[in-house]
């Protein structure tokens, strides 16, 4: 059997042409469309999220000051009370009788100055006369003198007593809250010390105590003596609450004190706030995040969480240039405002920040689009804000 064979030529041309009627057709993928937020710098107030105590503003405890059996409690335990008002009632009896004997001793003393003050009215008559010698007359005036001192001493004696018996009807020494009672009906008290009836403590308004590192204050003085920051005074900066449950105390205060010293144990300065406290929702002891907002920062961006991104360096968020090109810029971030980072470093007025599609910025391209702006939602703060920053951090590539 034969074969024929074509020309050369023209077999290289048909294998060729076969070639090129099979191979794929590579398809140009579109530039992904990224939405984005154009940086813009603002003042933001400068905030701090703190733990805090509270702890009463005034704190009274009611003692027995005289020696007395405890007859009865004329107060409801919690409730409030006014200054002066009876709480405790120590039978007065023994407190009467003694009063009543310091009267007598003054009625005593006052009719023996009457008596040496007419013998010493006689003794200058008679001395007037050369009758009486200068040293009798001397005599009868130190009688009366001495008469005349122990009416002084048992008038200050009577007033004691009748201090004393006052004491027997225990009063409130200051607008508050009474506490529980320390020692039951029919039990002696104040007769080696003043035993403790009760406390009054006085909670409208309530203080906050919380403490921020040294380092961290210092490093704020220097921000605004470099004009970064502006720090209201210590009477202005305004304290917010968060309760336990984390519910927003409805009622802010302000810082009232700031500690001239530093704990050596813990490197921190020792702060307090003054909140009102009118429902009494706030009780002495409680623990409670603080917020404390201590001025602005004059110059920082608001950057929503989700376009932030963070790995062992800290954060950074993708910026679309105008060309379209993609970069990863490192920013610093630490503190949150509402839904919104707080970036103080790393970004310029006009960057146009990438929202979505964050995952797969990997690539060098991107098509840019405004992001519609989020719905403003109530933002309570959490009672950690570590805690809230972890959660809010969204996944690492």
């Not at 003692?63 to 335990?77: D, H, I, P």
């Not at 720090?231 to 409805?250: F, H, I, R, S």
């Not at 009102?276 to 404390?292: A, K, T």
Request: glycine content about 8%; some cysteine.
């Amino acid at each position: 059997m034969r074969f024929r064979i074509a020309p050369a030529p023209l077999l290289i041309f048909a294998l060729a042409a076969a070639g090129c009627s099979k191979a794929p057709q590579q398809a140009q993928m579109p530039t992904p469309e990224v939405g984005v937020i154009t940086a813009k710098a603002q003042s933001v107030p400068l905030t701090r999220d703190l733990v805090g105590r509270l702890s009463a503003t005034r704190t009274a405890d009611v003692r027995a000051r005289v020696a007395g059996v405890l007859q009865k409690r004329v107060y409801t335990e919690g409730s409030d009370v006014k200054q002066g008002q009876l709480l405790f009632q120590i039978d007065p009896a023994p407190l009467k009788a003694a009063l009543n004997a310091q009267l007598a001793n003054l009625a005593a003393a006052k009719a023996t100055y009457t008596n040496n003050h007419v013998a010493a009215e006689r003794a200058h008559s008679v001395a007037d006369k050369g009758l009486l010698s200068k040293t009798d007359l001397d005599n009868a005036l130190a009688a009366e003198r001495t008469a005349a001192a122990a009416v002084q001493q048992a008038q200050a004696t009577v007033e004691t007593a009748r201090i004393n018996l006052g004491y027997a009807s225990v009063t409130a020494p200051i607008d508050g809250r009474a506490g529980q009672q320390q020692v039951t009906e029919g039990a002696l008290v104040g007769q080696s010390e003043a035993t403790l009836l009760t406390t009054v403590e006085q909670i409208d308004p309530i203080y906050v105590n919380f403490s921020q590192a040294v380092g961290e204050l210092d490093a704020l003085r220097r921000a605004q003596a470099g004009g970064h920051v502006s720090l209201e005074q210590a009477n202005k900066a305004k304290v917010d609450l968060v309760l336990p449950d984390g519910t927003a105390y409805t009622h802010p205060g302000t810082l009232d004190f700031s500690d001239t010293s530093v704990d050596a144990a813990t490197g921190a300065v020792s702060l307090r706030g003054i909140v009102p406290n009118p429902d009494h929702q706030l009780l002495p002891g409680m623990y409670v995040n603080v917020h404390l907002t201590m001025g602005e920062i004059n110059h920082a961006y608001l950057v929503p969480q989700q376009a932030v991104q963070r790995d062992s360096k800290g954060a950074y968020v993708y910026v679309i240039g105008a060309d379209g090109h993609v970069a990863q810029r490192r920013i610093k971030a630490d503190t949150l405002h509402g839904s919104d980072w707080i970036a103080t470093d790393g970004l310029a007025d006009g960057d146009r920040i990438a929202m979505n599609q964050i995952q797969q910025l990997g690539m060098a391209l991107a098509r840019a689009t405004p992001e519609k702006p989020a719905t403003a939602k109530a933002v309570a703060w959490p009672l950690n804000s570590a805690a809230q920053q972890h959660n809010a951090a969204p996944a690492k590539n």
